[in-house]
């Protein structure tokens, strides 16, 4: 009997948890994107260079460029070609509160069309820079703008800033570009 009670705890639990984990961009209405420079338009444009705000960890930088020829919006775009390693774009910290649920997308495209995901992660990290709670979703980027989106809530009270990381897959023979990388707090979690 104590098992039933435990299993049906689980999916009443699940089932309001999942319908409140379920934001989109009509959720974000007046709230501001915390992710700093998020359309990589900041910083003294050199087609070499990264923007602003933004770092990679691997050894990369001979396949990532500052593009002024394909963006979504803005001026400019990040494009990485010819990946031969998975390539992680990291966003500059952004606070966060651990009392809220923020929906982040990104925006990308490549040179053509393959089963080849691309990741986008959300990552909280207490005062100390512990990492503390990490979500991601992949999507499937086409030669159009392709929007991939991920709801994370439900953080680690002590939460206190977060980073997108965006992983481009290990593909030597496609391009691909990345724009408008955001994240809103678009629900305040009633206690």
Known sequence: MKKLIIGVIVILTS???GSIMR???KDIGDTVNTV???SFEDGDYNFETLP????????AAEKIFWDNNYRCT???SLRIEYPDDNINIISDAFPINPEYVYYSRCFLRTNYRSNHSVVIRFLAFNAKGKRV???SNKGYPKEDWT???LTSGFLNSTARFGRIIISIPKKPDKIFWIDDVESYNVYKIQK
């Not at 602003?52 to 050894?59: Q, S, Y």
Request: net charge negative; glycine share 4%; hydrophobic share 35%.
């Open 52 to 59: 602003e705000e933004w770092m990679v960890l691997n050894d």
């Open 133 to 135: 709670n990490k979500f």
């Open 74 to 76: 803005g001026s400019k």
């Open 15 to 17: 089932c309001y948890f």
């Open 23 to 25: 934001f989109s961009e």
């Open 147 to 149: 929007q991939i989106d």
């Open 36 to 38: 700093i420079n998020p």
